[in-house]
Nanobody, 118 residues
Framework: QVQLVESGGGLVQPGGSLSLSCATS????????MGWYRQAPGKQRELVAQ???????TYASFVEGRFTISRDNAKNTAYLQMNSLKPEDTAVYYC????????????WGQGTQVTVSS
């Protein structure tokens, strides 16, 4: 497992954009599948997006076309670009990662608050 450090949350108006980052300390980041979950108050945690070690991305239907997940293996960092934000996107966003051969050993970031409000 590796340590994950998130950054980039904050307050934004509806229709605005934010970018989240998830930096790791591991030397084999390129072999990790990375992604984000989110959890809104009173709701269950839900998967937002994932990017595989090979760069294949998948998205939840409720962010498809608005969010983009990417990775920079040279910087050991994954990114979540969030555009056209809606109030219902308000949640704590948690980055996660796991070595692609060991999906049971998941590392988590500390979480970052995203608030979409006018």
């Amino acid at each position: 497992q590796v340590q994950l450090v998130e950054s980039g949350g904050g307050l934004v108006q509806p229709g605005g954009s934010l970018s989240l980052s998830c930096a790791t300390s591991g030397s084999i980041f390129s072999m990790y599948n990375m992604g984000w979950y989110r959890q809104a108050p009173g709701k269950q945690r839900e998967l937002v997006a994932q990017i595989t070690s090979r760069g294949g991305a998948t998205y939840a239907s409720f962010v498809e076309g608005r969010f983009t997940i990417s990775r920079d293996n040279a910087k050991n960092t994954a990114y979540l670009q969030m555009n056209s934000l809606k109030p219902e996107d308000t949640a704590v966003y948690y980055c996660y990662g796991y070595y692609y051969l060991v999906p049971s050993a998941v590392s988590w970031g500390q979480g970052t608050q995203v608030t979409v409000s006018s």
